[in-house]
């Protein structure tokens, strides 16, 4: 094998999609796609309705409101006011007025006899949640504080009855006993986008390979190429460089999304108090849990799993890869392949909902068996790993079973390459590709 | 050294039960251009891809420059097939500068050919643009520097002309000549006969796999020049028909096309116009055009192939 030539052809490959428009929009636009989309997400949780409003309390419903133990507290954006006015000309004033609302709380009566009690709002225009939640927090604050001085409870015995429940779940091993956290939200999270991005990768790169091979075929360059160097190592070099294409893909993609985490991050970080939260509908202790169950979880993840994903994606792409493009050889045109490429991408396609089911039942029988046949387990043992523990003895077998079966599948399609390129005219039948492995 | 650049030795080629190439043996002088004919399907095209190292023969021995063919000769080889293309989207230079390198030259040695090869065939103004940019005559420079460039003792050129003006044509075929003279060894397929006849000192014709005729090209009209003479004259032509053992090919107002019998030569048609009253002004031998002997040497199916035009 001549590997300067092979290097002249990775070469060319590689910087042939790399300079292309559609790579570069598809390498950062998506992420800037998902930043904006991010940003957007965020910022209208955080951000949108700013509107103000006064806060009218008439005196004659003001209850415990008005005493200045239980006076409500003016936010940025609602100034609270306590209005000697008859209900009636309030009324009045509000429906004249698009910044004034009034409100309507319990009474003292009320706060005594019934653990609920009514709250209305009244305004002319539909007022936002975060405006809802922040007259109802301090609202609620306030008579949880009255029934508390009234049942004469010390701050100091209120907080001995906070009670927090932290719930975790734990699995243990049917046979070996071994004890294990339970539900990994994020290391499944993580196993299901794995092997989706595999997935995606060698489909979306497989057929491209395909094409790049159409073309050189219906170009007529083909049998030019293959007077300087052997098919073999032009088959080799283009999925080299596809493989090189995707990897600086997902570099790039992966650095971004650090850089965009980090960037959120810094941007939002003023934004992204507890009010904020709390004004999106959310409780506080809630999102606080969540959180503290994540990090706990980022500690926790094997992330050496991340390195697995480009040996599975290498190995996948050599097997699918190369089927495609010996398709690709097979054929002048892409309307013809379409019908040939149908045996290769059911598997693929099939591997997929192979990845969803292993998610939910990790230690199933299809889960195991299907990380070992070479055509499910690029996209399948990644999710397997992810979503259970898997020796790494297993693991190391299915990658040696995977190299076993590309290995076979690039000397099934060189097979048919070499004689697929040089062959012009009528659309060829399976029956006829098959012949060509076993005569060459 | 050997007289020949390359010699095939009884090379086969079997495509499932279809004998594609049977049993050929050629020998292409060195130096010369070799004109390899055929209609098509012949095994012309199976032949140059055994000889460019694309396929292998099934049976048989290539010999390259007197060494057994070796995968490292396809660098002393150029070949511009029939099916031939560029990759429509990259530059002329990077396309040159990429195909040359395969051929084994260094990136600073592709650069300084390309940049003399463009130059000689007045395409510098076009180095920058992408091939779909160019005309089909200048794609087809191109193409033909990408042959030559790397300046190979052996050139294969399978229907260089086809889609040249004839102001191009000439182009190409004066640059050619030039490596021809300066020692490049070349094989020359075509359907064009007058061609062949031009710039040919060998040929060979293939036909249904086999090897039927190979021996240089004066010899070959010699050897099927059948006792065919042209006569230029004036007077009364019916005295052309009356001349006893004369078989007319062809008779017009002032000249005729005579066969005379076997084992006669020259002598025999003068003695009998002497006693003619026709006034003869010119007797000459006919020698058959390329052409005719091949239509004659592969039959019925020929005319097609030998008229297609590119």
Known sequence: ?440 | MSNYFLELNSVTKRYDQHLAVDSVSMRVPRGRIYGLLGPNGAGKTTSIRMITNITVPDEGQIIFDGEPLQPEHVNRIGYMPEERGLYKKMKVKDQIEYLLMLKGLSTKDAKAARENWLEKLGLTDWTNRKTTDLSKGMQQKVQFITTVAHEPPLLILDEPFSGLDPVNTQVVEAEIRRLNAAGTTIIFSTHRMEQVEELCDNIALINRGKLILEDDITSVRKRFQKNAYLIEFTGDKSEISNIAGLEVKELNERDAMVRIPEGEDAKYLMRHLINTNLEILKVELHLPRLNEIFIELVGKDAPVAAQRDQ
């Open chain 1, 1 to 440: 094998m001549n590997f300067d030539k092979l290097w002249i052809i990775i070469r060319r490959e590689y910087l042939n999609i790399v300079q292309k428009k559609s790579f570069l929009l598809a390498t950062f636009l998506v992420p800037l796609g998902i930043l904006i989309f991010a940003v957007i997400e965020i910022a209208s949780i955080t951000m949108v309705e700013k509107e103000k409003y006064t806060v009218l309390l008439p005196q004659e419903k003001a209850s415990i409101f008005q005493e200045k133990e239980y006076e409500l507290t003016n936010t940025t954006d609602l100034t609270f006011q306590i209005v000697d006015q008859p209900l009636d000309s309030v009324k009045k004033r509000v429906q004249g007025n698009e910044g004034e609302l009034w409100i309507n709380p319990p009474q003292k009566n009320q706060i005594k006899e019934y653990d609920e009690g009514p709250l209305t709002i009244t305004s002319t225009k539909t007022l936002s949640e975060g405006v809802k939640k922040e007259i109802r927090k301090q609202i609620g604050k306030r008579i949880r504080a009255f029934r508390q001085q009234k049942q004469g409870i010390s701050d100091e015995q209120l907080k001995k009855l906070d009670f927090e429940l932290n719930l975790t779940t734990t699995k243990i091993d049917k046979k070996t006993g071994e004890e294990s956290k339970g539900f990994k939200y994020l290391t499944m999270i993580i196993g299901g986008i794995m092997g989706f991005a595999i997935y995606m990768l060698v489909a979306i790169y497989g057929q491209i390979l395909m094409q790049s091979v159409i073309d050189e075929k219906s170009n007529r360059i083909v049998e030019v190429i293959v007077s300087s160097v052997k098919p073999f190592q032009l088959l080799l070099g283009k999925t080299v460089a596809l493989i090189s294409v995707a990897m600086t893909q997902m570099i790039i993609w992966g650095v971004l999304s650090v850089l965009i985490y980090m960037g959120v991050g810094l941007f939002f970080a003023d934004q992204f108090d507890p009010d904020a939260i709390a004004n999106a509908g959310v409780s506080v202790s809630e999102v606080q849990n969540k959180w503290q169950e994540v990090e706990m979880e980022v500690a926790s993840f094997n992330w050496s799993v991340l390195l697995l994903m480009p040996i599975f994606f290498i190995g996948g792409f050599f097997l699918y890869g190369s089927l495609y493009a010996a398709v690709g050889s097979a054929v002048d045109n892409i309307q013809d392949a379409q019908q040939l490429v149908f045996p290769i991408s059911l598997p693929l396609i099939l591997s997929i909902f192979a990845g969803i089911n292993i998610l939910q039942n990790p230690n199933s029988t299809l889960s195991v068996v299907s990380s070992y046949i070479p055509f499910f387990s690029p996209m399948t043992m990644p999710v397997r790993i992810a979503a259970t523990d898997v020796p790494w003895y297993e693991v190391v077998l299915s990658i040696i079973v995977l190299i076993l079966g590309f290995l076979a599948c690039i000397w099934v399609a060189a097979k048919v390459y070499r004689t697929g390129i040089l062959m012009y005219g009528k659309k060829p039948k399976l029956k006829e590709i098959i012949k060509w492995v076993r005569t060459s």
